[in-house]
């Protein structure tokens, strides 16, 4: 009688193991050219374009950009890493996520993005509605574990495994959270170093995960932000590198916002010196940086999973090193600062390309869902993907022709007391007084690139309303502002497209704009809500 009871038993295993078979079989060898691709995102952490950023990555240049897309107008909604990485992950700009600076009362990982944003995050749509297994590694938020938003217990919804470290960017000592559990580092190179830390976890992910899925990876990588430290074997590299000399490299910034007008020009051979040296630590850490994309492509190529996966690297805002005598930072409303990398390769994409094509980091999740067979249009994102772009699908006529950008400056209610001639409202100040915020360094512009026009419209929430326009095709640099030039016409079309832009929500925020043969100008239709709302006086 025993061992006939057992026979239904061995029966329904066997029947289980055949059906597990047939199943993996058929999602697996036999459906291999259906298969849904895989997707891997390497977000740097203040890697510019303009300045000659993506110099020293050469293993990545033609890993991803030679064998594949390589966007040259790829911009940030805010030059600023929590504000840019909340339009990363939700698809919104700024006055839409609510993310406005690198603080938690600046909403960065705070209590309220947790409730309000953080669920509806397109690694959360991926997970929860596409079946995608996911693996993040890396910088999250600037405040990712603080204390009053649920410590590295927290792991964000959407992340099937979780390798996030705790607040902003380090090499050494640090602590990451793993699903949730702490784990502390400290300085030894060969187990510590972060670039290389997430390396190993990003290929171990790519070897313990299920096959039977498809996955997304973020690996969002700490270099080249400060502080800037090498690996041990590329301290020495680039010993005679400096800073380029562009057309904008320690000139005074005429025409422009008071901010940048403060500046002293020329700068001090002292503040030349560090700005040389932070350079050339920059570009150091970049090449653990090109040593992990190698590890990455290298690993999907030997699990045969290269040509079924869109790998895209790009950074959460650019950088300046003098330009226009600023030392050193982000935040600016100019090319070196909102102008980023932008590369992907994958399946019906051409290698060699380049593109021309206006995209910005609000598109990388609508991007990213379309490529999943997720309906972009059932989300509340500001961004569009680009996916018909990169597989030649899209003519530069029928693609969107501006996008914005939005920052909101943070100042001390207080005076530095090593600068008291500059009185409170500035931060980020220099031992020679030159500051790189304040709280009226606060923007918004209209970046238009159309096939008649390569434009940018900006205006501050000042005393002044001061209004900086450039022409990027004459001018690269932006050496001349010409507000006071240019057509009466054109200055009324641009601000009242900045104000539909500043109170656009989803699909609103993907209308023609002023260079688009679609648009239709009705000065008559202003939105009240045009402005900043939000004190950006920053205690310490």
Not at 65 to 81: E, H, K
Not at 139 to 163: D, I, R
Not at 314 to 320: A, E, I, V
Not at 462 to 472: A, K, L, P, R
């Amino acid at each position: 009688m025993g061992s006939n009871r057992s026979f239904p038993t061995i029966l329904l295993h066997c029947l289980l193991i055949c059906v597990t078979l047939w199943s993996n079989l058929s999602s697996g060898v036999f459906a291999k050219s259906t298969r849904r691709p895989n997707i891997v995102l390497i977000l740097t952490d203040d890697l510019d374009i303009a300045i000659g950023g993506l110099t020293p990555l050469t293993k990545t240049k033609k890993l991803i950009g030679d064998a594949g897309i390589s966007f040259t107008n790829a911009f940030v909604a805010s030059p600023l890493c929590c504000p840019s990485r909340a339009s990363i992950l939700t698809g919104k700009y700024p006055h839409n996520h609510h993310v406005i600076n690198n603080t938690l009362e600046g909403n960065c990982s705070s209590k309220a993005w947790q409730k309000s944003e953080e669920a509806h995050t397109f690694p959360a749509l991926l997970r929860t509605y596409t079946g995608y297994q996911t693996f993040f590694a890396g910088k999250y938020l600037n405040q990712y574990g603080h204390s009053e938003a649920g410590g590295v217990e927290h792991v964000p919804p959407g992340w099937s495994y979780w390798v996030g470290l705790e607040k902003n960017s380090k090499y050494y000592n640090y602590t990451l959270s793993v699903n949730g559990k702490a784990e502390e580092h400290g300085a030894d190179y060969s187990k510590d170093y972060l670039t290389d830390v997430l390396a190993n976890r990003s290929l171990d992910f790519l070897q313990y995960k299920s096959n039977y899925q498809p996955f997304f990876m973020m690996v969002s990588i700490p270099a080249p932000h400060s502080p800037w430290t090498a690996a041990p074997q590329y301290q020495n590299s680039f010993n005679t590198t400096k800073a380029p000399r562009d057309p904008n490299f320690n000139v005074h910034g005429k025409d422009k916002h008071w901010l940048i007008r403060q500046a002293k020009t020329p700068m001090t051979n002292s503040s030349v010196h560090v700005l040389d040296d932070a350079f050339r630590k920059r570009w150091r850490t970049l090449l653990s940086v090109d040593d992990l994309v190698e590890k990455i492509v290298k690993s999907l190529e030997v699990r045969a999973e290269l040509d079924n996966t869109y790998i895209f690297f790009t950074s959460d805002n650019g950088y300046h090193t003098g330009q226009f005598s600023l030392p050193l930072d982000k935040r600016q409303l100019y090319e070196f600062d909102i102008r980023v990398p932008l590369m992907v390769r994958g399946p019906n994409i051409k290698p060699n390309q380049t593109s021309q094509m206006l995209v910005a980091n609000v598109d990388l999740g609508p991007t990213i869902l379309d490529i999943a067979g997720y309906n972009v249009n059932k989300t509340q994102m500001d961004g569009m993907s680009f996916l018909p772009v990169m597989e030649g699908k899209m003519n530069s006529s029928s693609w969107r022709t501006d996008i914005l950008v939005e920052y909101e400056g943070e100042g001390s209610n207080v005076s530095n007391p090593a600068c008291p001639l500059l009185g409170p409202g500035v931060s980020e100040c220099f031992p020679d007084c030159v500051c790189e915020d304040s709280y009226n360094n606060t923007y918004a512009c209209v970046r238009t690139v159309a096939p008649s026009a390569n434009l940018q419209y900006c205006e501050f929430d000042d005393n002044e309303v001061f209004v900086e326009v450039y022409n990027v095709t004459a001018d690269p640099f932006q050496l001349t502002n010409i507000a006071k030039t240019i057509d009466q016409e054109v200055l009324e079309k641009m601000n009242h497209r900045l104000m539909m832009l500043q109170s656009c929500s989803g699909q609103s925020c993907r209308t023609p704009g002023v260079y688009d043969s679609r648009y239709k100008f009705d000065p008559r239709q202003m939105f009240p809500n045009h402005g900043w709302r939000l004190s950006r006086q920053k205690t310490k």
